[in-house]
């Protein structure tokens, strides 16, 4: 190859090539460039290998450097490090697969007539190398990310499942991947290789960089594996392979940490899964996930719909219904009135719609697969749709003296809170419930936040979360009621959820600051002290490593907080309280006002709820201990 410019100090080097002004000749040069480098040995190799891994990271639609040749170069260059370690080792080779793999990645994440021909290249046996870990976990880390772009086309899907091992070495990855990379690199920082803190931090080095890189990836790891078995998961020979109990049970929990925004980890795949008859039976069959499922039905996280929708599939499933209908309900009740989820219009509505089925084919068969609690929530349910209607039809002057019987009975709720009479008042919400009109939904919001806060009081998790949740669901916007946020963070806590807690927390944080509330702590973006203490412990308890932590002795026990790693080095000064500063804050501020915001349906007819004391209104901090005064 001619020699690109006469400052170079490289005969033929890459970077002169794509300098060549002659498209021909600068096409030439770039097909016989890939032909031979994998067979030369000269020092510098790694500079090329970065520049076409920024070529195709910046323009991976881009078709020249496929018809000319650089899925077979890099496949090629895979194999030469595997299987001669002598040139792996020299210069900065070290770097070349995992570079190679990664592009191989690049251009076949979106087009799939480049995967075609990356299939043709014969990229898959040496990327199946790496996926079985005959490197590093940085390797595994670009293979399973490159075998899950080919994975998803269903040209080159046939390519990939014909290579048996591939699903089950996913599947171990999946389950491994955090232990791995926790125990091979974030553990011992004096035995990190050098070459995987230089591609974790790109020359921006520093421990502390590092260990947050090595989460990110780990994540990255996890998440990967997960969207190449869920290509597999989508036909349904594959299930009996997936769907194997000491797997299943981990895949509510691979959230793929809180650093991985876009994917749908876990609950994705499980999602999946349940979309086959023949995958919902081994879901059903395990009451941890149906119960996880539920948790994350009822969080506020962009993966709520999926798991509603997975547990919405069990119950239209005869197979299945009966051994999950008395988890589920309790949970599905409490999101019945959500009217959109993102993209998914009348959710609540087909929530209704499929519990009504399941009540009407307990009649039907005479045989009740259900529990008489489960029953009845039911039918308490469908009574209060019912209701709604039945407002609808009646003259307005009725409708605002419920309106009014109901403001008296939460006054006297909040005058029995106000003297520590939590469970009056708790009972005394419940009653105006019954009377406040079903479509006055600002007015149920409150009623049904301050009844949470009540059973957060009265140590009643369960309920505190059950009724935090309608007042969510309820709310306009959706999942955006800070008081029910801050509830139900609290609720979790008790319950040691610590990842919905975090996420409610956050959620909580972030309405605070975008309130115009004058009075509110947050006017000046600060933080609550008590909502900061929350998040530190929450991270802690949710921290992606802690489980291989715990199991290599980075964490001697839970809740200690001690031994090495970015959250386990910390001392578990956690121990928060939210009580209120002082006996007149907090709670009542809001019962005391009916209503926290103006927004609402425009069929809501609550005016007569509101008065001037809302415009006092406070994000409080209650207690856990007691009642007040």
Known sequence: MEKGSTDCPYPGCFFCVMKEGNPSKRRASILKFFRELPAQDDDGQVLPISGLWNTAMAHPNDPEFIELGIFECMAALIWKGLKNRRWLSHDQNIYIPYYAAHIIGSYTMNMEEFSESAVHAGVIPPLVELLRGRLTWVEQRVAVRALGHLATYSSTFPSIASQGEILELSIQLAMSSLEIV???FYQYVDRRLSYHCDLLTRGMGGV???SRKAE???????????QLINSFAFKAEFLPTICKPEFLVKLPGM??????ENSPAGIGLLRTICHHKLGRGPVASCPSIIEALCNIARSSDDWQYMAIECLLWLLQDPSTCHKIIDKAVPALVDLADITALGDHKKLGDSIVNVLQECLQQSHGTGVSSMSSRTKEAIEELLK???????????PKEDLHIKQAAGLVVKLEGNSLFSSGNISGAASKYSEALALCPVRSKRERVVLYSNRAQCHLLLQQPLAAISDATRALCLHSPLNRHAKSLWRRAQAYDMLGLGK????????????CSQSNDPDLCLRQ?????YAERLVKKQMRAAWLFREAAVKHGGVHCEGDGSGGGMYGGESDDSEWETASGSDDGGIQDEMGGGGDHDDGDDDDDDGEWRNEDEKNSKYDKPSLKG???
């Open 208 to 210: 502390e960089m590092e």
């Open 182 to 184: 926790y125990s091979h």
């Open 255 to 260: 959230w793929g940490g809180l650093v991985n």
């Open 525 to 529: 973006n600060k933080v609550p002290d």
């Open 500 to 511: 919905e807690s975090l996420l409610d927390a956050i959620l909580f944080i972030n309405e």
């Open 216 to 226: 990110e990836w780990a994540s990255q790891l996890q998440c990967w594996s997960l």
């Open 384 to 394: 209060c749709k019912q209701r709604l209607k039945w407002e609808k039809t009646i």
């Open 627 to 629: 009642g007040r005064g």
